[in-house]
């Protein structure tokens, strides 16, 4: 039998509610409205391990020369209720991660909750339920990443793909989350994918597998699911038309083209109002009076920080080992930036 649970997420139109109430509920800030947003940060590597013995010495902390997903889980889920203290209330989580390096042009390296089969590593679904479990608590809200490029080549075939779809929704529902909003694939217009399944123009079987097994499992804990796209792109028309929240991303954009892609997907025909959540950004100058981060609160877009940092256990939320604290000016940066546009106290 599930746990009872402490926090629901719902989407009433283009706005994020938690337990019933709009998030950041009659805040201004620089006369702007920042209710019903879901300010968040990337945090894929929550739950990251490598089971390929030839790189897993990438990952040694620098203390003990060892890596140790335990510790990495543990560690992450001492730091969130800091992150929340600052107004934070989502951050994005991987079930594959993300690239350990910030970014990559190869991944050797074997990350992922999933067995090629498409069935689930116990380890990884016990990591993952400490920070759930947590973020219940907390009254935050976790965007589950299921599938990263890089990583899908690991799966024998397409069934494994819909089969791990399949086994991680019904997790999901067997354990009672509802602070959980799933994205099916990370920048699923990325070349490098090797599952045609996670494609653009097949990523949309996958988000209705979601939603029909959402309704038929439990209609009132239906999972809200959308896919990204990679920095400035526009989603399909068929996944805007899907999709109950649109997830775009803002890596390697021009300053000015940001509000162009938001005016972009909501004048598609098949946009309908859904929220628009940016949840991988890597602008940051959190100092200066315009950047993306304020940009898109102006235009009613949630944003996203991401940190990809270095092989370096002090920089970035990325590259592991990760420093989950408040470890870098840069980071500090943002969560001054966030508690100041939230009005959160900063104590926890």
């Known amino acids: 039998m599930s746990k009872r649970r402490h926090t629901h997420v719902q989407i009433n139109g283009g706005q994020f509610l938690i337990n019933g109430q709009l998030t950041y509920k009659c805040r201004e800030w620089h006369n702007c409205s920042i209710e019903g947003l879901l300010l968040n940060s990337r945090m894929v590597q929550g739950i990251f391990d490598d089971s390929n013995p030839q790189t897993q010495h990438r990952w040694a902390y620098p203390d003990t020369g060892v890596w140790c997903p335990d510790r990495n889980t543990r560690e992450f889920a001492q730091h969130m209720k800091e992150w929340r203290s600052h107004g934070l209330l989502a951050f994005t989580l991987g079930l594959q991660g993300g690239s350990p390096e910030g970014y990559s042009r190869s991944q050797p390296w074997r990350n992922s909750a999933f067995l090629p ?42 069934r494994a793909v819909q089969q791990a779809t399949a086994n991680a929704t019904a997790w999901l529902h067997d354990k ?36 029909i097994m959402s309704r038929a499992i439990s209609p009132e804990q239906q999972l809200a699911v959308g896919t990204s796209f990679i920095g400035g792109s526009i989603p399909t028309d068929r996944v805007v038309e899907l999709s109950d929240f649109i ?4 890596n390697g954009m021009d300053m000015n083209w ?24 890597d602008h940051f100058d959190f100092d200066l009076e315009d950047n993306h981060l304020i940009r898109s609160i102006q235009l009613g877009v949630s944003w996203g920080y991401f ?13 592991v080992p990760v420093n989950w604290g408040l470890s870098t000016e840069r980071k500090m940066a943002f969560f001054r930036k966030v508690q100041e546009i939230t009005g959160a106290s900063g104590q926890e």
Do not use: W
């Open 247 to 250: 997830l775009i991303h803002g």
């Open 307 to 319: 940190d990809p940092g270095a092989n370096d256990y002090l920089n970035g939320y990325q590259s």
């Open 258 to 281: 940001l509000p162009l892609q938001i005016e972009a997907v909501r004048r598609k025909t098949a946009y309908r109002g859904q929220p628009i959540v940016n949840n991988e950004d």
């Open 117 to 158: 089969d498409g069935s689930l590593d116990i380890a990884y679904m016990n990591r993952l339920e400490v920070i759930l479990d947590q973020a219940d608590e907390l009254g935050m809200v976790v965007i589950l990443n299921y599938f990263y490029f890089g990583q899908d080549n690991r799966f024998e075939s397409e």
């Open 176 to 211: 009672g989350y509802t602070n959980v909003l799933i994205e099916i694939a990370n920048e699923c217009d990325n070349v490098k994918y090797y599952q045609p399944i996670l494609k653009p123009d097949r990523i949309t079987e996958l988000i209705e597998l979601v939603q």
